[in-house]
T-cell receptor, first 116, second 117 residues
Framework: AQSVAQPEDQVNVAEGNPLTVKCTYS??????LFWYVQYPNRGLQFLLK??????LVKGSYGFEAEFNKSQTSFHLKKPSALVSDSALYFC??????????????FGKGTMLLVSP | GAVVSQHPSRVICKSGTSVKIECRSL??????MFWYRQFPKQSLMLMAT?????????EQGVEKDKFLINHASLTLSTLTVTSAHPEDSSFYIC?????????????FGPGTRLTVT
């Protein structure tokens, strides 16, 4: 099975500073990687994905992520954080389940807190 | 585009009763729908996968007789929690895959907060 790991439970950053939310992956074959954001009591919103192509992927709300094959990482980044970016962020990988269908397997999530 | 709705957003029920949660893809046809469960401050755990017109496939450890899933059409899937108990209290999120969009992305509903008293 494929898996992703998010080593940080929480990331704190001041507004205006760059932010990084870390994700590493373990897959067999080519990884299909995703980032989602979840606001309190809400479902997940898609931010970006890496399937193939350029290692730097640009997504919604100014976020980007860099696919690094040698380090098996897919860290989420933003040059200048906003207070409104405070939320729970999930890294995910496409995985083949027991059902035979592919779906997303999620990391445990990282809470991002941006202070004014 | 690619909107998934869930109803209700919140439900409180008494122990022993059954609760039905609906998941709809509003502007696309969903070949496959997924049901996830999320505990506070934890990740999403896949419960089951369903395809329109066929039986759902449940992940290991999920009781299929307790969590009944019906995928009646390409735009509607329902999850019924039967004989609910307080330990079933959780945040349930559905997700759908667009039949025509290559299948790489999943779109998520806003979730349903179930509280069993």
């Amino acid at each position: 099975a494929q898996s992703v790991a998010q080593p940080e439970d929480q990331v704190n950053v001041a507004e205006g500073n760059p932010l990084t939310v870390k994700c590493t992956y373990s897959v067999s074959g080519n990884p299909y990687l995703f980032w989602y954001v979840q606001y309190p009591n809400r479902g997940l919103q898609f931010l970006l994905k890496y399937i193939t192509g350029d290692n730097l992927v640009k997504g919604s709300y100014g976020f980007e992520a860099e696919f690094n094959k040698s380090q098996t990482s897919f860290h989420l980044k933003k040059p200048s954080a906003l207070v409104s970016d405070s939320a729970l962020y999930f890294c995910a990988v496409r995985d083949l389940m027991n059902s035979g269908y592919s779906t997303l397997t999620f990391g445990k999530g990282t809470m991002l807190l941006v202070s004014p | 585009g690619a909107v998934v709705s869930q109803h209700p957003s919140r439900v409180i029920c008494k122990s022993g009763t059954s609760v039905k949660i609906e998941c709809r893809s509003l502007d696309f046809q969903a070949t496959t729908m997924f049901w996830y469960r999320q505990f506070p401050k934890q990740s999403l755990m896949l419960m089951a996968t369903s395809n329109e017109g066929s039986k759902a496939t449940y992940e290991q450890g999920v009781e299929k007789d307790k969590f009944l899933i019906n995928h009646a059409s390409l735009t509607l899937s329902t999850l019924t929690v039967t004989s609910a108990h307080p330990e079933d209290s959780s945040f349930y999120i559905c997700s759908a895959r667009d039949r025509l969009a290559g299948g790489y992305e999943q779109y998520f509903g806003p979730g349903t907060r179930l509280t069993v008293t």
